[in-house]
């Protein structure tokens, strides 16, 4: 059984930084796509950033350059590094694991998930 647990969530003003931390249990494979997605209220989910399978990253438009995705050697921990953050940044984050996967050429569609942790509140204030 996979099972992830997100964390690192908190408020910050604009301009600030955040490092969202997610550790992973259980899983056995290796062909997999890892990221985090985020969901505002009113808002439809977004698929942020991702590692897909080969090791590359993938992110949103409304974050790159801003935001770096990474993972440990061991792939038992994925990060989120989120620099110059912006109000419209504000949602809950949540890791995601998607394990019969490849390479990708962008940050897959957030209902191609399979695994999901529990979700990490974001707020940015301007």
């Known amino acids: 059984q996979v099972q992830l647990v997100d964390s690192g969530g908190g408020s910050v003003q604009a301009g600030g930084s955040l490092r969202l931390s997610c550790a992973a249990f259980?899983?056995?494979?290796?062909?997999?796509?890892i990221g985090w997605v985020r969901q505002a209220p009113g808002k439809e989910r977004e698929g942020v950033a991702m590692?897909?399978?080969?090791?590359?990253?993938r992110y949103a438009d409304s974050v790159k350059d801003r935001f770096t995705i990474s993972q440990n050697n061991t792939k038992n921990t994925l990060y989120l590094q989120m620099n110059s953050l912006k109000p419209e940044d504000t949602a809950m984050y949540y890791c995601?694991?998607?394990?019969?996967?490849?390479?990708?050429?962008?940050?897959?569609?957030?209902?191609?998930?399979?695994?999901w942790g529990q979700g990490t509140q974001v707020t940015v204030s301007s």
């Open positions: 590692i897909d399978s080969d090791g590359n990253s």
């Open positions: 259980g899983y056995a494979y290796n062909m997999y796509c």
């Open positions: 995601a694991a998607k394990w019969t996967c490849s390479y990708t050429h962008h940050v897959l569609p957030p209902s191609d998930f399979e695994y």
